[in-house]
Nanobody, 131 residues
Framework: EVQLVESGGGLVQAGGSLRLSCAAS????????IGWFRQAPGQEREGVAC????????YYADSVKGRFSISSDSAKNTVYLQMNSLKPEDTAVYYC????????????????????????WGPGTQVTVSS
């Protein structure tokens, strides 16, 4: 069984930080892409960041670039999203998603932006940033 579980969400004041975790089970990090997406009520799901284990490339949405960063612990099959300088507009449910064996022609930007390329999704974790 393939499973992704996010954790680390919560309530934080603007300017604060949170670290989200995405723990994967049922597969390893070989040839794996992990994407982070977020969705606020009434809005479309939007990509925020992604990581490809095959080449170590990360990609970030312009809205979070310089504030968010991805790291990984392959021994734990876990990917982290460090979120700094949080803003109220970052408030959303954050999801991690995984895709196995994406062809190289799927660019890092596409992996960040396009939810439909992903095969597995976690249940999400709520991030709320107060003013």
């Amino acid at each position: 069984e393939v499973q992704l579980v996010e954790s680390g969400g919560g309530l934080v004041q603007a300017g604060g930080s949170l670290r989200l975790s995405c723990a994967a089970s049922g597969f390893t990090f070989d040839d794996l892409t992990i994407g982070w997406f977020r969705q606020a009520p009434g809005q479309e799901r939007e990509g925020v960041a992604c990581f490809s284990s095959s080449d170590g490339i990360t990609y970030y949405a312009d809205s979070v670039k310089g504030r968010f960063s991805i790291s990984s612990d392959s021994a734990k099959n876990t990917v982290y999203l460090q979120m700094n300088s949080l803003k109220p507009e970052d408030t959303a449910v954050y999801y991690c998603a995984s895709a196995i064996g994406l062809p190289p022609r799927i660019t890092p930007m596409q992996r960040m932006r396009i939810p439909t390329i992903y095969d597995y999704w976690g249940p999400g974790t709520q991030v709320t940033v107060s003013s």
